[in-house]
């Protein structure tokens, strides 16, 4: 219900702004008897942290994580758990024209007009940085889940920078880690360094496509139909920033499919059904089936460029707007670990809430 | 948190399967005052109902909606509306087979995972009929809708089948009641009459994308994150069955769009801000621009279909199966009024939302 | 966070009127598997059923349950189960002075302010038929905890009518299905018997105490602060019609207790901790002990009497107004079973909840 | 859903340990444009902070919160507001004995049982400290309060201290501050000084009873059933560390009440209907009347005092047990700021959640 909270049982309340003192998550509903250190949450901030390259925003933040509440001799104790980020590098500077003028593409209008006064400051908290506690929340998911479905992995990566798309058949899981974009084909990698380069001299930016592929996650997870797995992740990822659309499996190439191609036949296998496809991402009638669960969003271009555009002002004023700073050239880059955190999330959410349901049993076959 | 609801404070739940004796939608928070007539809401259940034309399934339902509380003298009370519509159709049959074999596309195999036992007749709570009890629904939304924002307005239409897209430099909104496709395209109308025919001759079933726009939306609904506007849309969109993808405003291919292309300028109009082009779908930060609002969602093909597919059965043996039935070849065209079901009770949801926080102002500009 | 509905995990939300053509119960996250006949819902609705004997409401309802959804061959698939009571005895009659006036100590005032319009037939929403969709609702809980706790019981008496207690040194649950009261003390409902009478002769009625005790609770359930179980129970009786006040164990008494006193001193027993009191009702830190969770709430007596009160019309006129009718003289009784459906329904949520979060696993002791 | 939250707009969740780095909570929901500033949330936390006389813990806590998040310039943004009270008074000590034993009356049995582990360090998440966090999230709501319902008040104040009540003859508001019983009687205030003195040299403590009344609230916040004002508030101050019973209006006293004497009469006043008394304690059906909201809760005695108990240890020995410490004789005393601090969370989120479903109009009489 809450407007900055999502799952059911495991449960994220984000709060925080860019320039403010600190952000973070409020983490409810946890099992208990977890190892939850701020090392291993570090560890996957550290993924998602601004300034590591040329091809991320410049500011410069630790973003070193503390655990307030909810752990006990580095265990979870089921309580709350409190997740600080401070904010450092806060760069003094002058907002007057960001404060009274409406950057086109940001929020700055929406909120203008829903609250009647905004944080103009880094975005306030429409600002990518709060991604930051989405990124801690999903490493104490993650830990969940190593206990509790040890073979589950997560791995995030890009799959498009503007028009320029992997080549499937390069694809190489050993790459996503080896260059800046989390690509798994090294030649696109090479490729969209350039075509970026170009983009951030011209004072212009670019979208992008994210995959993250959750594999090992038990079959029967989800529901029929409004918590259904797809619908949560569809959620989940169109909660961060500039996401503006969400597939599930064959996405919207579904739609240019037959019956008889799009249908996922079924063989029995050494350890239960095995399916011959994966047209469906993992997931029918909103239920996990046992294999990858594959999802993918888009990611507009930064909207924060040196380019002028024209808008108005909070006096309603016509003005020309460049918007200087630190921006990501392509803000998808960074919002790969972020998409990882949040399928942790839900994955760990629907978990806990079949396990409550149907106490974790399988219908059986054979 | 429950698992068949969806909304904050304008909340519905749907309940019943295909051949039970009854289903339906529980509507919860509905303001006070609204005139809900049963016959309002047929309107919107004769649009999506079946066996109206060759291109849908030939099951024959009234999909008569019965009032059951809530209202009083023709009017909401404020208390839960129970919207009841008895299935009369149940065709008697010979489900041996299905009882047996997971039909590869639906959520056989993972209903009987999950819940150890699954309604087979007619798929049960997974079949597309589930989704008369949102069209209901959304006919209580619309009427909300239509005493506290007069000039809102929901369309709905089909804008690809199979791989055969629509022609938007020939789009007539008039067209779309006047073929079986809700299609604005009356060229495109013709061809998919041919395409679809020749599929379901081949027992054969097809995708589609059905696109959604909600004009007249106010400015200001939403919020930041998790209970953002398009949040939200997209898990609408994704609970409705057999949808694979959502898209807002440019959907998958801001991918492709540099920020000097996507930015939507802003400059004063006569009654506030206007843009000068929509790429963001009419949200920005999570919160309604004012501008329509556009969502896009694929449709997988109908699963069910006359040629044979391999499969397993409960007891584990290795068949082919061929899904016998009154089966639509393009599920997504039923589809279309789904949307807009959905659209109306996000929209009001988050209008109650916004009241209630807010208070409805708006912060002024110039 | 609707306005009808209760649980978390194991959701109830309630619907109808009085004098509307049914009322139910829409209950969602049963889990699957489960036997759930409408003959053994029918038990419980039949214990709370008005016209069986004079000290309740002469209005003549079979009080027939439905199960519309939910069920296939007699067990629960784990989808929502609607439950609906058809209204049959709607005697026809006129409305015209309750219609225009607002019965004390009833609803009808705060309704009008609020929504504007009231369903003034019969009470509308705030009747206590409502209560039937929660005894039916709570049949439901009742069936799941009989499989997934097989020793857990509730039971429900009244201690006090008016100012007259049960004495309990004369307790005996096998009294309470002898009287009409559910009453444990045999002295006790034969006086109750006679005050009643003349409590109705003389045109008044009068208020009650009802006690519920859940034995055999395993140890475990409930949450710290929000989600106490405590707390739940709180919140489940004060939503009963006309309920008062609710006391966990020794309830407002614990305010004249030292702590020597209260503390329920711990040993070993065979099969765990044992206390050597139960101060606590079951319940320490909002999760239970093990021991019996023990509740009582107070009922105000029916407001609908025969004797003349002061009240003002929809027009604002001062009256004198007689609430004809078939009433019960005290309400409380007909709310022992309706208290047992409560209790089921929160425990069965909490046992889901804790199994969701925690997998049911216990810490150890010795 | 959450175990954590509470509050359906309003949301608070409060996180924290007795004895970890800090407590505080997460506030969702708050409208925008409120002021909002720490010295106000101050004032609040000032009243409840320990150690301020010989009848509270002896524990030295400045209890100084920290805005984090939410506002700007002073005002609340509309998103979520961030409170954070550091733990400074962590008393250095030897926790072998509490870590190993289970205190009768106190949590650490129960957490044991389900969390397999717990904090032992001065109670852990069970500590009244928690409290803190909830006065911080009253003082926004009051702020809000403030300026939506200039006119609305709440007043908490103790009306039992052990088997001693106020003398409701000598009931003085201004009496309230000016002891340390927030006593409004001065001479019940003088007598229990004496008998906690008393009780507290005799190595005990007491209950207590705890009265909130808010006036100025306006008619129509609640619900008919679920969410009903009544229900809401039950949950709230149940939710309070200690706290065994909640009474609205005549509470307990209800059940010997007859019909006539408890009917509250309504007469036409200058500004809409009055009543002539007030056993209802201000709601109806649920919804606000705009009479006076009254509320009492009883407050176990302190569990922790210097008389041995016999209890268990983790290992299953049994022991006599005295809890050392700088505990409350009267835990009572310091929960009327939580109590008003609930109540106030509680009307706000109805205030909010009435707005959202009705606009806030109302009825017309007269």
Redesign the interface.
């Given at each position: 219900?809450?407007?900055?909270?999502?799952g059911?049982?495991f449960?994220v309340?984000?709060?925080?702004?860019s320039h403010?003192?600190?952000?973070?998550a409020?983490v409810?509903?946890?099992?208990?008897?977890v190892e939850i250190e701020a090392g291993a949450l570090q560890h996957w901030l550290d993924k998602r942290k601004p300034g590591q390259n040329k091809f991320t925003t410049q500011r410069q933040e630790p973003d070193a994580v503390?655990i307030?509440?909810?752990t006990?001799?580095g265990?979870s104790?089921?309580?709350?758990?409190?997740l600080?980020i401070e904010n450092t590098d806060q760069r003094s500077k002058d907002y007057g024209e960001i404060a009274k003028s409406?950057r086109?593409?940001?929020?700055d209008?929406?909120?203008?007009?829903?609250?009647?006064?905004?944080?103009y400051r880094g975005g306030?908290?429409?600002s990518a940085r709060?991604t930051a506690a989405r990124v801690a929340a999903g490493g104490v998911a993650r830990a969940v889940l190593a206990q509790l479905v040890p073979g589950l992995k997560i791995t995030g990566y890009m799959v498009?920078?503007?028009?320029h798309q992997i080549d499937r058949a390069r694809f190489d899981a050993t790459q996503i880690e080896q260059n800046p974009f989390w690509c798994p084909d090294a030649t696109a990698a090479a490729d969209w360094a350039v075509y970026l380069d170009d983009?951030r001299k011209n004072h212009?930016?670019?979208?992008?496509?994210i995959e993250v592929v959750a594999s090992g996650v038990p079959?029967?997870?989800?529901?029929?139909?409004?918590?259904?797995l797809?619908?949560?992740?569809?959620?989940?990822?169109?909660?961060i920033?500039a996401v503006?659309?969400?597939?599930?499996?064959?996405?919207?190439?579904?739609?240019?499919?037959?019956?008889?191609?799009?249908?996922?036949?079924?063989?029995?296998g050494a350890n239960g059904?095995e399916f011959?496809s994966n047209?469906?991402?993992g997931i029918?009638?909103?239920?996990?089936?046992?294999q990858d669960v594959v999802v993918r969003f888009?990611?507009?271009?930064?909207?924060?460029?040196l380019?002028p555009?024209?808008?108005?002002t909070?006096?309603?004023?016509?003005v020309e707007l460049i918007t200087k700073g630190r921006h990501d050239p392509c803000v998808?880059i960074r919002a790969v670990p972020v998409g990882e955190a949040m399928m942790a999330c839900v994955i760990l959410d629907h978990l806990?809430?079949?396990?409550?349901?149907?106490?974790?049993?399988?219908?059986?076959?054979?």
């Open positions: 219900m809450s407007f900055n909270t999502f059911h049982l449960r309340t984000t709060w925080g702004e403010g003192p600190a952000l973070g409020t409810d509903g946890c099992p208990p008897g503390r307030l509440s909810g006990f001799d265990k104790t089921g309580t709350p758990i409190q600080m409406f086109p593409g940001h929020a209008l929406t909120y203008h007009q829903k609250y009647g006064l905004r944080d306030g908290r429409s709060e498009q920078v503007g028009p983009l212009n930016s670019v979208g992008a496509v079959a029967g997870l989800g529901a029929p139909l409004y918590a259904k797809d619908s949560d992740l569809a959620a989940a990822m169109m909660s920033n503006k659309a969400v597939e599930i499996g064959e996405g919207m190439a579904a739609a240019a499919l037959t019956g008889v191609e799009n249908a996922d036949e079924i063989r029995m059904p011959l047209h469906a991402g029918l009638g909103g239920i996990s089936t046992g888009a990611v507009k271009p930064t909207s924060s460029i380019t555009r024209r808008t108005i909070t006096g309603g004023d016509e998808g806990l809430m079949d396990r409550g349901q149907t106490g974790g049993v399988r219908g059986e076959i054979g």
